[in-house]
Protein backbone atom coordinates (compact mmCIF):
# COMPACT_ATOMS: atom_id res chain seq x y z
CA UNK A 1 0.00 0.00 0.00
CA UNK A 2 1.34 3.59 -0.99
CA UNK A 3 1.82 5.59 1.70
CA UNK A 4 0.76 9.19 2.07
CA UNK A 5 3.30 12.08 1.60
CA UNK A 6 2.14 15.59 2.83
CA UNK A 7 4.88 17.72 1.72
CA UNK A 8 4.36 20.72 3.21
CA UNK A 9 1.58 22.98 5.46
CA UNK A 10 -0.49 24.89 2.69
CA UNK A 11 -2.49 27.52 4.32
CA UNK A 12 -4.25 28.21 7.84
CA UNK A 13 -7.65 29.73 7.98
CA UNK A 14 -9.54 31.42 11.02
CA UNK A 15 -12.89 31.57 11.73
CA UNK A 16 -14.09 35.59 12.79
CA UNK A 17 -16.58 37.36 13.65
CA UNK A 18 -15.78 40.61 10.70
CA UNK A 19 -13.16 39.92 7.98
CA UNK A 20 -12.48 43.92 7.65
CA UNK A 21 -11.66 43.93 11.08
CA UNK A 22 -9.61 41.28 11.52
CA UNK A 23 -7.63 42.42 7.80
CA UNK A 24 -7.04 45.50 9.87
CA UNK A 25 -5.21 43.60 12.32
CA UNK A 26 -3.50 40.97 10.72
CA UNK A 27 -2.66 43.49 7.79
CA UNK A 28 -2.26 46.97 9.72
CA UNK A 29 -1.17 45.96 13.18
CA UNK A 30 0.70 42.96 12.35
CA UNK A 31 2.25 43.98 8.87
CA UNK A 32 0.85 40.63 6.61
CA UNK A 33 0.41 41.54 3.13
CA UNK A 34 -2.63 40.69 1.75
CA UNK A 35 -3.01 38.52 -1.60
CA UNK A 36 -6.82 38.77 -2.32
CA UNK A 37 -10.23 38.89 -0.65
CA UNK A 38 -13.53 37.25 -2.17
CA UNK A 39 -17.15 38.03 -0.52
CA UNK A 40 -19.03 34.85 -1.93
CA UNK A 41 -20.00 32.42 -0.66
CA UNK A 42 -18.59 34.36 2.77
CA UNK A 43 -16.21 37.03 3.14
CA UNK A 44 -12.65 35.98 3.22
CA UNK A 45 -9.11 37.74 3.06
CA UNK A 46 -6.29 36.25 2.37
CA UNK A 47 -2.86 37.06 3.60
CA UNK A 48 0.40 35.92 1.87
CA UNK A 49 4.36 34.98 3.34
CA UNK A 50 5.91 33.88 0.00
CA UNK A 51 3.14 31.42 -1.06
CA UNK A 52 0.41 32.67 -2.77
CA UNK A 53 -1.53 32.61 0.46
CA UNK A 54 0.02 31.27 3.27
CA UNK A 55 -2.89 32.34 6.16
CA UNK A 56 -6.73 33.47 5.61
CA UNK A 57 -10.21 34.60 8.14
CA UNK A 58 -13.50 33.70 6.80
CA UNK A 59 -16.15 35.73 8.34
CA UNK A 60 -18.65 34.03 10.29
CA UNK A 61 -20.80 37.59 11.55
CA UNK A 62 -21.03 38.74 14.74
CA UNK A 63 -23.17 36.24 16.61
CA UNK A 64 -20.86 33.43 16.41
CA UNK A 65 -19.43 32.42 19.67
CA UNK A 66 -15.30 33.65 20.91
CA UNK A 67 -13.24 30.45 21.13
CA UNK A 68 -12.54 28.18 23.83
CA UNK A 69 -9.91 27.30 25.58
CA UNK A 70 -11.19 24.55 27.13
CA UNK A 71 -12.75 22.45 23.89
CA UNK A 72 -10.72 20.49 21.29
CA UNK A 73 -9.67 22.63 18.49
CA UNK A 74 -6.76 24.98 17.27
CA UNK A 75 -4.20 26.48 20.26
CA UNK A 76 -2.11 29.11 18.60
CA UNK A 77 -1.12 30.08 15.08
CA UNK A 78 2.75 31.59 14.87
CA UNK A 79 4.53 33.77 12.73
CA UNK A 80 8.24 34.14 12.70
CA UNK A 81 8.97 38.19 13.14
CA UNK A 82 12.95 37.82 13.17
CA UNK A 83 15.95 36.21 13.57
CA UNK A 84 17.33 38.17 16.65
CA UNK A 85 16.20 39.36 20.38
CA UNK A 86 16.79 42.77 18.94
CA UNK A 87 13.94 41.99 16.60
CA UNK A 88 11.66 40.39 19.04
CA UNK A 89 12.22 43.30 21.57
CA UNK A 90 10.76 45.73 18.49
CA UNK A 91 8.18 44.07 17.67
CA UNK A 92 6.64 44.02 21.33
CA UNK A 93 7.28 47.95 21.30
CA UNK A 94 5.11 48.12 18.23
CA UNK A 95 2.65 46.27 19.44
CA UNK A 96 2.61 48.00 22.69
CA UNK A 97 2.76 51.31 20.61
CA UNK A 98 -0.69 49.35 19.24
CA UNK A 99 -2.39 49.03 21.87
CA UNK A 100 -1.98 45.42 21.54
CA UNK A 101 -2.17 43.32 25.11
CA UNK A 102 0.47 40.48 25.28
CA UNK A 103 -0.63 37.79 27.21
CA UNK A 104 2.79 36.04 27.80
CA UNK A 105 6.34 35.05 26.89
CA UNK A 106 7.97 31.86 26.38
CA UNK A 107 11.63 30.94 25.89
CA UNK A 108 12.69 28.01 24.69
CA UNK A 109 16.81 28.85 24.67
CA UNK A 110 16.38 28.28 20.85
CA UNK A 111 12.73 30.67 20.07
CA UNK A 112 11.45 33.27 22.12
CA UNK A 113 7.46 33.72 21.41
CA UNK A 114 5.07 36.31 22.77
CA UNK A 115 1.12 35.18 22.97
CA UNK A 116 -1.59 37.28 22.01
CA UNK A 117 -5.74 37.59 20.56
CA UNK A 118 -6.63 38.52 17.81
CA UNK A 119 -9.80 40.90 17.49
CA UNK A 120 -12.12 37.87 17.69
CA UNK A 121 -9.76 36.14 20.74
CA UNK A 122 -7.72 33.69 18.29
CA UNK A 123 -4.39 33.17 19.67
CA UNK A 124 -1.63 33.91 18.10
CA UNK A 125 2.24 33.82 18.50
CA UNK A 126 5.12 36.40 17.08
CA UNK A 127 8.25 34.15 17.53
CA UNK A 128 11.82 34.73 16.89
CA UNK A 129 14.65 32.13 16.13
CA UNK A 130 17.36 33.08 18.39
CA UNK A 131 21.05 32.60 16.38
CA UNK A 132 22.99 30.05 18.24
CA UNK A 133 25.94 32.65 19.44
CA UNK A 134 22.64 34.48 21.37
CA UNK A 135 21.71 30.71 22.34
CA UNK A 136 25.20 30.08 24.00
CA UNK A 137 25.18 32.97 26.00
CA UNK A 138 21.67 32.58 27.69
CA UNK A 139 20.49 29.33 29.18
CA UNK A 140 16.99 28.32 28.32
CA UNK A 141 14.52 29.15 30.81
CA UNK A 142 13.01 26.21 32.66
CA UNK A 143 11.19 28.12 35.12
CA UNK A 144 7.47 27.99 35.84
CA UNK A 145 5.56 31.26 33.98
CA UNK A 146 4.93 33.58 36.53
CA UNK A 147 1.51 33.32 38.21
CA UNK A 148 -0.03 35.87 36.47
CA UNK A 149 0.88 34.66 33.11
CA UNK A 150 -0.50 31.34 34.21
CA UNK A 151 -3.80 33.63 34.91
CA UNK A 152 -3.65 34.56 31.71
CA UNK A 153 -3.33 31.54 29.88
CA UNK A 154 -5.99 30.02 31.39
CA UNK A 155 -8.67 32.87 30.68
CA UNK A 156 -10.97 32.43 28.11
CA UNK A 157 -10.27 34.98 25.59
CA UNK A 158 -13.68 36.35 25.84
CA UNK A 159 -12.48 37.17 29.23
CA UNK A 160 -9.15 38.56 28.17
CA UNK A 161 -11.32 40.25 25.39
CA UNK A 162 -11.98 43.16 28.62
CA UNK A 163 -8.13 44.01 28.43
CA UNK A 164 -8.56 45.98 26.08
CA UNK A 165 -10.71 48.49 28.36
CA UNK A 166 -8.62 48.85 30.63
CA UNK A 167 -5.64 51.65 31.14
CA UNK A 168 -3.01 49.72 29.13
CA UNK A 169 -4.61 49.09 26.28
CA UNK A 170 -5.81 53.26 25.96
CA UNK A 171 -4.64 55.89 24.29
CA UNK A 172 -3.37 59.00 26.13
CA UNK A 173 -6.27 61.00 25.66
CA UNK A 174 -8.38 57.98 26.40
CA UNK A 175 -6.11 57.53 29.52
CA UNK A 176 -6.09 61.03 30.97
CA UNK A 177 -10.08 60.83 30.52
CA UNK A 178 -9.92 57.44 32.53
CA UNK A 179 -7.82 58.61 35.13
CA UNK A 180 -9.98 62.15 35.83
CA UNK A 181 -13.14 59.62 35.80
CA UNK A 182 -11.63 57.37 38.54
CA UNK A 183 -10.32 59.85 40.62
CA UNK A 184 -13.77 61.81 40.81
CA UNK A 185 -15.11 58.45 41.53
CA UNK A 186 -13.04 57.90 44.73
CA UNK A 187 -12.43 61.42 46.07
CA UNK A 188 -16.84 60.73 45.56
CA UNK A 189 -16.46 57.74 48.23
CA UNK A 190 -14.30 58.97 50.26
CA UNK A 191 -16.27 62.21 50.80
CA UNK A 192 -19.32 60.29 51.61
CA UNK A 193 -17.32 58.44 54.01
CA UNK A 194 -16.10 61.00 55.66
CA UNK A 195 -19.86 62.77 56.39
CA UNK A 196 -21.14 59.45 57.13
CA UNK A 197 -18.88 57.19 58.65
CA UNK A 198 -15.84 59.34 59.89
CA UNK A 199 -11.93 59.82 58.77
CA UNK A 200 -10.76 56.25 59.04
CA UNK A 201 -13.35 54.99 56.50
CA UNK A 202 -12.42 57.96 53.91
CA UNK A 203 -8.76 56.98 54.66
CA UNK A 204 -9.69 53.42 53.54
CA UNK A 205 -11.32 53.93 50.85
CA UNK A 206 -8.97 56.23 49.16
CA UNK A 207 -5.97 53.93 49.74
CA UNK A 208 -8.62 51.15 48.07
CA UNK A 209 -9.66 53.24 45.11
CA UNK A 210 -6.64 54.00 43.76
CA UNK A 211 -6.33 50.59 42.53
CA UNK A 212 -8.70 51.60 40.31
CA UNK A 213 -6.30 53.75 38.97
CA UNK A 214 -3.45 51.05 37.65
CA UNK A 215 -5.98 48.31 36.70
CA UNK A 216 -8.99 50.34 35.31
CA UNK A 217 -11.79 48.50 34.00
CA UNK A 218 -15.46 49.99 33.03
CA UNK A 219 -17.63 48.10 35.85
CA UNK A 220 -15.62 48.94 38.16
CA UNK A 221 -15.66 52.32 37.52
CA UNK A 222 -19.09 53.35 37.56
CA UNK A 223 -19.48 51.25 40.29
CA UNK A 224 -17.14 53.50 42.10
CA UNK A 225 -19.11 56.58 40.50
CA UNK A 226 -22.40 55.58 42.03
CA UNK A 227 -21.36 54.10 45.33
CA UNK A 228 -19.71 57.48 45.52
CA UNK A 229 -22.56 59.99 45.03
CA UNK A 230 -24.86 57.77 46.50
CA UNK A 231 -22.63 58.05 50.38
CA UNK A 232 -22.42 61.78 49.65
CA UNK A 233 -25.87 62.32 49.03
CA UNK A 234 -26.48 60.45 52.36
CA UNK A 235 -23.63 62.19 54.07
CA UNK A 236 -25.12 65.91 53.27
CA UNK A 237 -28.57 64.18 54.27
CA UNK A 238 -27.30 63.52 57.54
CA UNK A 239 -25.63 66.85 57.82
CA UNK A 240 -28.89 68.61 56.95
CA UNK A 241 -30.93 66.59 59.49
CA UNK A 242 -28.23 67.48 62.45
CA UNK A 243 -28.44 71.03 61.10
CA UNK A 244 -32.23 70.33 61.28
CA UNK A 245 -32.14 69.17 64.93
Avoid at 63 to 78: C, I, K, Q, W
Avoid at 216 to 238: E, K
Amino acid sequence: MTVMHVQELGHVVLKVSDAQRAEDFYAGTLGIPVAGRITAPVPMTFFTLGHHHDFAVMELGQHGPSPDRNTAGLAHVAFKVGDSLDEFDAAKRHLEAAGSVVLYELDHGFTKGMHMHDPDGNEIELFVDVPRTQEANQAPSTSPLPLTRIQNYLRSPKQLHTERSRVGALDPGQRTHHAMTVALGVLLVASGLLLVGGPVLATVSLLSGSDLLVRGGTIPVLFDLWVGSALLVAGLCRLTTTAIA
